[in-house]
């Protein structure tokens, strides 16, 4: 395995975090725990390599540098173990190496007496939760290759990236005054096919999500 350098600025990751002390501690220390960091550099490697196709044959060192995270379901420990049981909760990290910096996104699930489970988000700065992920991915991203797609024999599209271009903020959507719609831009890869768009999320009373491809009407 390459050298890891990994750089966890502990001050300021973990400010925010909402649990008593000695919960919060525990969570520190998993974050900053050899296994956690490895199966970030593990995941983050098997995207460059497999997913992406990018440093493929990178030789220096990698550096993992945390994001931010959300609990989706809050973490719990056993008395005397570093590591999770209980938990759901995604990760987001900064990964660089050869001069440059990618960001990816885990989905993290404790598994009592196996350790923790990580799975592969879309990379980038999405603000998408992992439930309307799937929705988005099959309704408007499947939807928009269909529509932009040369080639029609391809049956390999990827989400290489993702950027916030409008923040959550006030925003009149036709008639009416939406708190907490934004915009983000998403790069597709469709076989050898570099495939671009827009998608507008709107928040509802009940804490779910819709969404429509195309930019958010200001």
């Known amino acids: 395995?390459?050298?890891?350098?990994?750089l966890f600025i502990t001050t300021l990751l973990f400010l925010s975090i909402n649990a008593h002390s000695s919960e919060a501690d525990k969570i520190s220390k998993y974050f900053q725990s050899r296994e956690?960091?490895?199966?970030?550099?593990?995941?983050?490697?098997?995207?460059?390599?497999?997913?992406?196709?990018i440093q493929t044959d990178c030789k220096s060192q990698y550096h993992l540098l945390p994001v931010s995270y959300s609990f989706i379901k809050p973490l719990k420990f056993e008395t005397d173990s570093i590591h999770p049981s209980e938990g759901?909760?995604?990760f987001r990290y900064e990964f660089k190496r050869c001069n440059e910096i990618i960001t990816y996104n885990a989905l993290v699930s404790a598994q009592a007496g196996k350790g923790v489970k990580l799975s592969a988000l879309v990379p980038g700065t999405t603000r998408v939760s992992p439930q309307l992920l799937k929705d988005l991915y099959i309704g408007g991203v499947?939807?928009?290759?269909?529509?932009?797609?040369?080639?029609?024999?391809?049956?390999?599209?990827?989400?290489?990236?993702?950027?916030?271009?409008?923040?959550?903020?006030a925003t009149m959507s036709g008639k009416n005054n939406t708190n907490?719609?934004?915009?983000?831009?998403?790069t597709v890869k469709h076989c050898a096919e570099t495939i671009e768009m827009s998608f507008c999320?709107?928040?509802?009373?009940?804490?779910?999500t819709s969404w429509s491809s195309g930019k958010c009407v200001k």
């Open 201 to 208: 999320f709107i928040p509802d009373a009940n804490g779910g």
């Open 36 to 53: 956690f960091q490895k199966q970030l550099f593990e995941l983050g490697v098997y995207w460059d390599r497999n997913i992406l196709n």
């Open 180 to 186: 907490g719609m934004w915009e983000e831009f998403w």
């Open 88 to 90: 759901i909760f995604t």
């Open 1 to 6: 395995m390459r050298i890891i350098n990994t």
């Open 142 to 169: 499947s939807g928009m290759v269909a529509t932009k797609r040369k080639n029609q024999e391809c049956q390999k599209t990827t989400v290489t990236d993702t950027k916030v271009t409008l923040d959550p903020t």
